[in-house]
């Protein structure tokens, strides 16, 4: 049986600084599970672009940071294999979910948006590893089934074949690396269809939060 961790944080360096969850920390939790396979939010191009030219950012600027500055020197000073799970179409789909209302609407829209992730971040604290508890999960997933409600066409897209695609690409790694410490690292607001979606899976002992 595979042990799979879910390790979810903030990308932006200012959150990381106010909401105590520095890259140090990141590099700490992830001594401590001790994966043998790292599953993180980077595109297979990207990844390749990166073993082949040692371009850090990606193909369109999109990997986060934390990538070059911990999680890939970790891997390779570690032996852990890294595994890209991330998927988005970077030529075909642009458009933002409230992008087909008119400026009145849109700015409600906005304005609600701004409520649920205040009320997103009020739970930052709830667990031990910053954004790592079922109550900012809780509150995620009501968000996005609210932004579901807005604009299906967008958060089908965007959201939920994005989730699944991620989702498949962990369990392909776990067929692939069996009895393995296989650790997900990813934005924390992809927690909660991470820990849905895995934690019925017979091949897999699910570890969340990870403290």
Avoid at 22 to 45: A, M, Q, R, S, Y
Avoid at 112 to 128: D, P, Q, R, V
Wanted: proline fraction near 6%.
């Amino acid at each position: 049986m595979s042990i799979v961790g879910i390790l979810g944080m903030t990308h932006d360096e200012e959150m990381q600084k106010e909401y105590n969850f520095p890259l140090t920390l990141v590099k700490e939790l992830i001594l401590e599970f001790n994966p043998d396979v790292i599953c993180g939010e980077v595109h297979p191009k990207s990844w390749e672009l990166y073993q082949t030219k040692g371009t850090p950012h990606g193909i369109l600027g999109e990997t986060q940071n934390e990538y070059p500055n911990v999680i890939f020197p970790l891997c390779e000073e570690n032996n852990i294999k890294f595994v890209p799970v991330n998927w988005f179409e970077e030529d075909v789909f642009e458009e933002e979910p409230f992008d087909k209302f008119d400026f009145r609407a849109k700015k409600q829209l906005e304005e609600e948006l701004n409520e649920w992730n205040e009320k997103k971040l009020s739970t930052w604290n709830k667990g031990e590893i910053p954004f790592n508890s079922f109550d900012y999960d809780d509150v995620t997933n009501k968000m996005y089934k609210w932004l579901q409600t807005i604009n299906p066409d967008v958060q089908n897209i965007v959201r939920n074949a994005r989730h699944n695609i991620m989702v498949a690409r962990v369990k392909k790694a776990v067929k692939k690396y069996p009895d393995k410490r296989i650790l997900c690292i990813h934005g924390a607001y992809h927690n909660y269809w991470y820990h849905q979606s895995l934690t019925n899976e017979k091949e897999i002992e699910l570890v969340y939060p990870l403290r």
